[in-house]
């Protein structure tokens, strides 16, 4: 395509971002290829057939390869004027699938569209609400340094996190917490991040220490920093108050929040997941979800195991460091990790090309966030550059959970590797954050409202 | 306007920096520096699973097989994979407890781990191979396999061939780098054990690729790290299956061993020891019900007495102590002594058998009496040899000449264990005698008709007969002639074998003399009762004394006399005259080798030799104590650790005839002349010291 008959298109567009995607796709194609390559039958012509999922993924992929064009010739201003709209009709889509919705591996978040597809409104819906993010936080009358922003932004990302939670999409949940690092960069207070790992860093503790010790820690702690500030207290009884509420909100978390949600509110393999992370077993009598399920079918509840986790591991360690080979993994090839294709994509990579092919995987998704902040950094106008945080982020979050899950860093949960595990619906929509962004990117001279 | 919020896009960079680096910090973890995935990865998917080979066969003169492979099936369980069995079934088949299955499930996971498989029940009979076999898919992670077992067709020559057993800790310590593996089988001893790396072959290793569910996708890598079986080579030996078989026959209810040479290569015809047993109760599910019985048994069915049997060679001995002086010029064919029936020169005298004058007038009728007075006298000259200053120098050229012969060391022959049985050194008789000035050829004198303390083992005699049969040479005694598509190792290890054994310069003339004196002995001497039908031969009998009773009948032969092509001596323990009992055996079995079939009176003859029964009454005795039937049928083994275990339990038993504990230490002072001189008399309470 030549700049002398389109100007408009390829002016300004990032090409390095798109070769990364166009390499990206490529490598998950192959990746799908390597977990469905079965020897006795000609791979060319189940491929051509389009019964495996990798002719699938491929086709997929031409299809996204049109949407893409399609976005980079809409104007950009389209974005912003359709924000809002596009926003509500995604959670309206998300609510209509409680009505029309298929299950699908026990998450009814599936809309069934036309030729035996499913569309999962939740993932799109990141998309639409990155815009809406964007839209708002770049309104000329919204301060980001006010509390009341802050608050409304965390409700507009709340709002399709408690629905996908609702549909048992706990990962799509998650994911929306990604939206932190735009609302970050705008200026939320720091304080409120380290508050947060804090939180995390708890209740991990939770779960590695003894209840009744970690109080005991938490108060020595408290104790010794009233101790510190001495003189400091008679001047300002505040801070005593404040010190005071932080030990017990510390503690209440340690000896009833954390094991109200775990046994309460989670499912029991939920929760066996997280323990499991720690290395450590969860008994599932403690949960009440399963003492339900035991009353109701009068069967033994079943004691999940981390079958996954540990098949995962052994495919990504068996690969050593130069990997096993192109078609050579046995664990593949043996079919022993579950959901390879989609969740645990990542193991037949690590398992076929070892320590140096992770690395280099690794490395192309760095390349690539580094590229998409660059990016962000260089608008002119907030709202693309809140847009391209809420992309960063999202890829972020994606990345980082589904590898550490297949290698026993993050309990399992079921949220796909962008642009590698197969799914229309993810590729779809990592197609049209990433395609927004480079339109938006491509007037990036342009103040956009 | 959030451009002071610049440095936030920094410390974005920096947290996913951060979070990619723990992320590649567990990938080195796990891909780098732990190396249990990929075992992990190997267990979960790659199925092993060993290819044996068939074991060589060996085969006799003519071909004929003397063991074949037969196939046989082993219940395995792969203990990983044995859940939801229905043990009540198998149990119920198998006619065996619960317990007893958790025990052998816990062995089997001990042996080979929990993913491997290990043997369950070993070599099922046809009727539990078709039951379990029809209900195999009610017990998952069991399934039948293959294994080839050795079958005797001919039921003979146990001794020889050996066994197959399976290895224990102690083989595999061995044998580390030979990759053997619990649950295999290897040669234990006999031609098994000796031709193992020959008869084993390659094992085989395919690598199968296995799904979650345990089912056999392909092969692993298309084969590629795949080895093929590569099968054992058989081994052809010098056996003629029809000499070996009567003369196991003829030792029936014996106890005794026979050995057949063939003089022109030293390929070993019969080799029989007795009592023995039949090879085929030591293969497959037999074994675990014989082979504790064959160890405790008293008569040592296990011990193979032709190789480690050691006996006083009596007169056999007589024609090589006559080459000695022949050959050192002490005598000449036509030297003669005045025998009037006891040789008196060493004090007490010794008794000849005959008494008549002029039985001992030459070389050649001293042979054929075998006359005592005659042979001391030609020792004594050996050993007074004015040649050398004294005694002892006389003696140490007198040993070695024996040693030149064959007695005294190991011949070499190709099975394992085997004994050089004894002629003493100077050193022992320095140390019962005192310095060697104080002792001369009198004080051993018994030596020179094959007694004192020289012994010999069955197949030494033998070879000795081949020697003189040879006139001056022998081969290294020897099974296996060849082995199927030899490669230079194998010749090596055969080499010795195909070598000339030329080690005196005794003139033919010689040999002729004592062929002579040989012959006579079965036309008019001690042996002219015995005949071979259209062969002239020559032998020697022997009658030797012995601590353990009755005298041993021994009978040395070589057939035809003019161009030797067997060479055999017979040792029948406690029986009495070598004639009488030793010599008869000889010559059937030179007879069967010679014309390959036994005329009719000669067949009648067999059959009766045969049921004599020459069994000493302690043995006899010992049966009828441990409520044992009959001693089983002839053959032997020879497993240093197997007459060990059969020592302790003879020992634990209370049943063990006079051993030789004390065979040389209490031997006699230098002043207990009468000891000495006494070893002709059958005082055998003193000889108990003696023969070991």
Request: hydrophobic fraction near 40%.
């Amino acid at each position: 395509m030549s700049s002398n008959y389109d100007n408009n298109f390829s002016k300004g567009t990032d090409l390095a971002v798109i070769i990364l995607y166009m390499l990206m796709a490529c490598i998950g194609i192959l990746a799908i290829f390597m977990v469905e390559y079965n020897p006795n039958s000609d791979w060319a012509t189940s491929f051509i057939s389009g019964k495996t999922s990798y002719s699938k993924q491929f086709f997929f992929l031409i299809f996204c390869s049109f949407v893409a064009v399609f976005i980079l010739l809409v104007d950009s201003k389209v974005f912003t004027a359709l924000a809002n709209i596009l926003f509500a009709g995604g959670l309206l889509l998300m609510l209509a699938t409680f009505v029309i919705g298929k299950e699908i591996n026990g998450s009814k978040s599936w809309i069934p569209i036309a030729g035996g597809f499913n569309l999962q409104p939740a993932e799109l819906c990141k998309i639409f609400t990155a815009l809406a993010l964007a839209k708002f936080i770049s309104r000329p009358e919204t301060d980001f340094t006010k509390l009341k922003s802050h608050l409304i932004a965390g409700a507009m990302i709340a709002l399709p996190a408690i629905l996908s939670i609702g549909q048992h999409e706990l990962g799509l949940a998650l994911v929306y917490s990604a939206f932190i690092f735009a609302m970050y960069r705008e200026g939320l207070p720091p304080f409120i991040l380290i508050v947060l790992l804090s939180f995390a860093i708890l209740v991990i503790a939770t779960l590695l220490i003894e209840p009744t010790l970690l109080a005991i820690i938490l108060s020595v702690i408290a104790g010794l920093i009233l101790l510190y500030l001495g003189k400091r207290l008679k001047r300002n009884k505040q801070l005593i108050v404040i010190i005071v509420s932080i030990w017990l909100i510390c503690v209440g978390t340690v000896r009833f929040a954390v094991p109200y949600i775990f046994n309460n509110v989670f499912e029991c393999y939920q929760t066996t997941r997280i323990y499991s992370m720690v290395g450590k077993e969860y008994d599932c009598g403690l949960n009440q979800k399963a003492a339900a399920s035991f009353v109701e079918s009068g069967k033994k509840s079943r004691k999940p195991d981390d079958y996954n986790v540990k098949q995962s591991k052994i495919a990504i360690g068996s690969g050593g460091f130069w990997g096993r080979g192109f078609l050579k993994g046995t664990q593949t090839r043996g079919k022993y990790v579950p959901e390879q294709n989609t969740d645990f994509i990542f193991t037949s990579i690590g398992e076929a090309f070892g320590f140096v092919g992770t690395f280099t995987f690794l490395g192309l998704y760095l390349f690539f966030l580094f590229r998409l902040i660059r990016i962000a950094e260089r608008q002119r106008s907030t709202f693309s550059r809140v847009y391209a945080y809420s992309v960063v982020g999202i890829f972020f979050f994606h990345i980082a959970v589904n590898i550490s899950m297949t290698i026993g860093l993050f309990p399992v949960v079921g949220i796909p590797l962008p642009l590698i595990s197969y799914g229309g619906s993810s590729l779809l929509t990592f197609t049209a954050l990433v395609f927004i962004l480079l339109r938006l990117d491509a007037d990036r001279q342009m103040v956009l409202r | 306007m959030s451009v002071y919020n610049q440095n936030r896009g920094g410390i974005i960079q920096i947290i996913i920096g951060t979070i990619f680096f723990l992320i590649v910090a567990q990938l080195v973890s796990l891909q780098v520096v732990s190396n249990k995935y990929k075992l992990a990865a190997d267990n979960n998917a790659i199925f092993r699973k060993i290819i044996y080979p068939d074991r060589g066969i060996i085969y006799d003169r003519k071909k004929r097989a003397l063991l074949e492979n037969t196939i046989s099936y082993d219940l395995v369980v792969i203990p990983n994979e044995a859940k939801g069995v229905d043990t009540a079934a198998l149990c119920a088949i198998l006619q065996i407890d619960k317990a007893e299955y958790s025990k052998r499930i816990v062995e089997a996971i001990i042996k080979n781990t929990r993913v491997k498989a290990g043997v369950f029940e070993p070599f099922l009979t046809p009727e539990l191979y078709a039951q379990l076999n029809e209900n195999l898919y009610r017990f998952p992670g069991f399934s039948l396999s293959e294994r080839s077992i050795r079958s005797y067709p001919y039921n003979t020559a146990a001794h020889v061939l050996g066994y197959v057993a399976e290895v224990d800790v102690n083989f595999l310590k061995k044998h580390e780098s030979e990759g053997y593996e619990m649950g295999d089988y290897a040669g234990m001893t006999g031609l098994e054990k000796n031709y193992e790396t020959v008869l084993m072959g390659q094992r085989g290793v395919k690598r199968f690729l296995r799904d979650n569910k345990g089912k056999i996708q392909g092969p692993y890598e298309k084969g590629e790290f795949d080895t093929v079986a590569i099968a054992g080579k058989n081994l052809y030996t010098s056996v003629d299956v029809q000499v070996q078989q009567l003369a196991e026959k003829l030792l029936q209810n014996k106890i005794g061993s026979a050995v057949a040479i063939n003089p022109k290569t030293g390929g070993v015809i019969a080799m029989a020891s007795s009592p023995g047993y039949n090879p085929n109760l030591l293969t497959g599910s037999k074994r675990r019900k014989t082979i504790g019985r064959l160890l405790l048994d008293t008569a040592r069915p296990i011990y193979n007495r032709a190789i480690k049997g050691q006996y006083p060679p009596g007169s056999t001995f007589k024609p090589l102590g006559a080459l000695i002086a022949l050959d050192e010029g002490l005598i000449t064919p036509n030297f003669g002594y005045n025998c009037f029936g006891s040789y008196g020169a060493c004090g007490d005298p010794r008794k000849c058998e005959h008494h008549n004058a002029g039985h001992a007038a030459n070389l050649q009728l001293a042979l054929a009496y075998s006359c005592n007075s005659y042979f001391l006298q030609v020792f004594r000259m050996a050993i007074d040899n004015p040649k050398y200053a004294s005694a002892k120098g006389g003696y140490v050229k007198w040993k070695e000449y024996m040693n030149a012969f064959g007695f005294g060391r190991k011949l070499g022959v190709d099975l394992p264990s085997e004994n050089k049985a004894n002629i003493p050194d100077t050193a022992q008789y320095n140390k019962d005698f005192g310095n060697p000035r104080y002792w001369n050829s009198c004080y051993m004198l018994t030596l020179g008709i094959g007694q004192d303390r020289m012994t010999a083992t069955p197949l030494q005699l033998a070879n000795s007969m081949a020697f003189i049969a040879n006139d001056g040479y022998y081969y290294t005694p020897h099974f296996v002639d060849s082995i199927e598509s030899e490669t230079q190792e194998e010749a090596a290890q055969l080499a010795p074998f195909r070598k000339k054994q030329k080690v005196t310069k005794i003139p033919k003339e010689y040999f002729d003399v004592i062929k002579e004196g040989m012959h006579d002995v079965t036309v008019y001497g001690t042996a002219a009762f015995i005949k071979v039908p259209g062969h002239e031969y020559c032998a020697k009998t022997g009658t030797a004394q012995n601590p353990h009773g009755k005298n041993h009948s021994l009978f040395v032969c070589f057939a035809p006399k003019d161009n030797p092509k067997i060479a055999v001596a017979v040792i029948v323990e406690n029986a009495g005259y070598g004639s009488t009992w030793a010599g008869p055996i000889g010559g059937l079995l030179m007879e069967q080798y010679l014309n390959d079939t036994l005329t009719t009176e000669s067949q009648l003859k067999a059959d009766n030799l045969a049921q004599v029964d020459l069994m000493p009454q302690a043995i006899k005795n010992w049966y009828a104590q441990n409520n044992k039937s009959a001693y089983l049928t002839p053959i032997e083994y020879n497993n240093d650790e197997l007459s060990d275990v059969w020592d302790m339990e003879m020992l634990a038993e209370g049943v063990v005839k006079t051993k030789t504990k004390d065979t040389a230490p209490t031997a006699p002072l230098p002043n207990t002349d009468k000891t000495n001189k006494d070893s002709l008399l059958p005082n055998t309470d003193k000889k108990k010291k003696l023969n070991p």
